[in-house]
Nanobody, 122 residues
Framework: VQLVESGGGLVQAGGSLSVSCATS????????FSWFRQGPGKEREFVAS????????YYSDSVKGRFTISRDNARETVYLQMNSLKPEDTAVYYC????????????????WGQGTQVTVSS
């Protein structure tokens, strides 16, 4: 199983950025995917989740209304569209996968990508 994030970079506050998570080796449609992030000197935190099946979405309060998670089952790829970015969004963003049920705890996830850096300048 592989999860490969891409699309990170440097953006000014108020700008937008989209990151992707390309997957292989798993039955994509049966998996729930989440994005987590870890900022400098901070613990890893849940950002957003999209479930298998109905594709229900969940967001942390800090990103709700600004970020959108989506999935393309045909391309086996998960996306995170980030708008109205703030300096506090600066972090390494990780894609994670687990079968079926969505959780906000990273400990519940079986597969992780290597992460992609997102830096928001003020």
């Amino acid at each position: 199983v592989q999860l490969v994030e891409s699309g990170g970079g440097l953006v000014q506050a108020g700008g937008s950025l989209s990151v992707s998570c390309a997957t292989s080796g798993l039955m994509f449609s049966a998996y729930t995917f989440s994005w987590f992030r870890q900022g400098p000197g901070k613990e890893r935190e849940f950002v957003a989740s999209i479930t298998w099946g109905a594709g229900n979405t969940y967001y942390s309060d800090s990103v709700k209304g600004r970020f959108t998670i989506s999935r393309d089952n045909a391309r086996e790829t998960v996306y995170l569209q980030m708008n109205s970015l703030k300096p506090e969004d600066t972090a390494v963003y990780y894609c994670a996968a687990r079968i079926r049920t969505s959780y906000r705890s990273g400990d519940k996830y079986d597969y992780w990508g290597q992460g992609t850096q997102v830096t928001v300048s003020s």
